[in-house]
């Protein structure tokens, strides 16, 4: 028996694949130019293994403010003066904010190398976007077109999500990756310094992100 093929579905599953491929491609690349990874002669066959078999452990809430208004222009002024503030200092209809955080238990062996033997990461996610209830008589054609609207502004959104669900897989890897070092503070420092600029890649994604979308609006996260 055959199946029909959803092309839609396995274009997802191809570009969330490509991207994963990218972030291990980034991290490595880092790893390699700071040095971080070790020669197969370097890792003791021994070592035992990053005990952190689901990557991290998402936090996501989504928070949301009241609009009002009866039109689209009353709506329009409603967002702009209710939407929260970014980091930038101006208001946006949606927003997201997100941090990763980790820790790491590290033990020496009996040639004094220090290697990581377990890890925990967390992801925090904080989305804001508008809510409104609409009066009884408002036209049935603008509450179509909120909704369209809606969808829009919670897919750009979801963007923004999935670019910091990179971040702590992309940290994940770092830390099952690393190869030994000839003392824990070494290591401690290393990972530090690499996991600070994992997380700025990260952010600048999203900042590439907002301005290449224009904050949504070429991905239809326009009103009215």
């Known amino acids: 028996m055959q199946f029909p093929i959803n092309r839609a579905a396995l274009s997802v599953v191809r570009r969330a694949r490509a991207k994963l491929a990218n972030t291990l491609c980034f991290v490595t690349y880092v790893m390699l130019v700071l040095g971080l990874v070790a020669s197969a002669e370097a890792t003791p066959v021994d070592a035992p293994p990053t005990e952190n078999p689901d990557g991290y452990v998402l936090n996501e809430h989504v928070n949301y403010y009241l609009v009002t208004g009866d039109d689209g222009s009353a709506l329009r002024r409603s967002l702009d003066s209710q939407g929260p503030i970014g980091v930038d200092g ?18 020496s062996d009996a040639s004094s190398t220090c290697a990581v033997v ?10 804001t976007l508008p809510q409104w209830q609409p009066a009884i008589d408002v036209p049935d054609s603008l509450q179509r077109r909120w909704l369209v609207y809606l969808k829009a502004l919670r897919g ?12 702590a ?8 990756t690393i190869g030994p070092q000839s003392d824990c503070q ?39």
């Open 169 to 176: 897989m992309a940290i994940d890897h770092l830390l099952q």
């Open 118 to 127: 377990s890890s925990n990461i967390v992801l925090n996610v904080e989305i």
């Open 186 to 224: 070494i290591l401690d420092e290393k990972l530090q310094t690499l996991g600070q600029q994992i997380l700025q890649h990260f952010r600048d994604n999203d900042v590439e992100y907002d301005q290449r979308t224009e904050h949504g609006r070429t991905q239809g996260a326009v009103f009215p």
């Open 156 to 167: 750009h959104e979801d963007g923004h999500l999935e670019n910091a669900e990179m971040a």
């Open 90 to 107: 101006k208001r946006y209809d949606g927003y997201t904010r997100w941090d990763v955080h980790w820790d790491y238990v590290t033990e």
